[in-house]
């Protein structure tokens, strides 16, 4: 039963968390990258951080949602943005979109502790350096 659903993988599709600099303070969004030939639609994001804190203890984040009507090909969308005090836990992102009339989605997790600058590589999408997610 399950093995007859066909759930068509997700490809073409990026997060990043990206620093920049807004009047001279350093920032850190995350951003949806389409690197597809085509636009997504009713796109849905569901952000939360889960992990541990510094002393051992379980840590979770608010969930947050965000919708994006529509996100043309070849562009990014700023999602949120994303403090420093909270790179040590997993950061997860769950995007739902449409795509010929069918639904589709994909998780995209930042491990704990790997957004670092020492990670960091040039988006080209965006212009800035960052970690993306593909």
């Not at 090909?73 to 950061?91: D, Q, R, Y």
């Amino acid at each position: 039963m399950k093995k007859d659903i066909n759930v068509p993988a997700v490809e073409g599709v990026s997060m990043a968390v990206a620093k920049s600099l807004i009047e001279g303070e350093e920032v850190y969004h995350a951003y949806l990258i389409n690197h597809n030939a085509y636009d997504l639609d009713t796109v849905i994001i569901n952000s939360q951080g889960f992990g541990k804190d510094h002393s051992g203890k379980s840590q979770k984040t608010s969930q947050l949602r965000h919708i994006i009507q529509n996100l043309k090909a070849g562009t990014a969308a700023k999602i949120e943005m994303i403090s420093p005090e909270v790179f040590h836990l997993n950061n997860q992102y769950w995007i739902s979109f449409f795509y010929e009339g069918q639904m589709l989605d994909k998780k995209f997790i930042f491990e704990a502790n790997n957004i670092k600058e020492r990670n960091f590589r040039p988006i080209k999408t965006l212009g800035l350096d960052g970690i993306e997610i593909k």
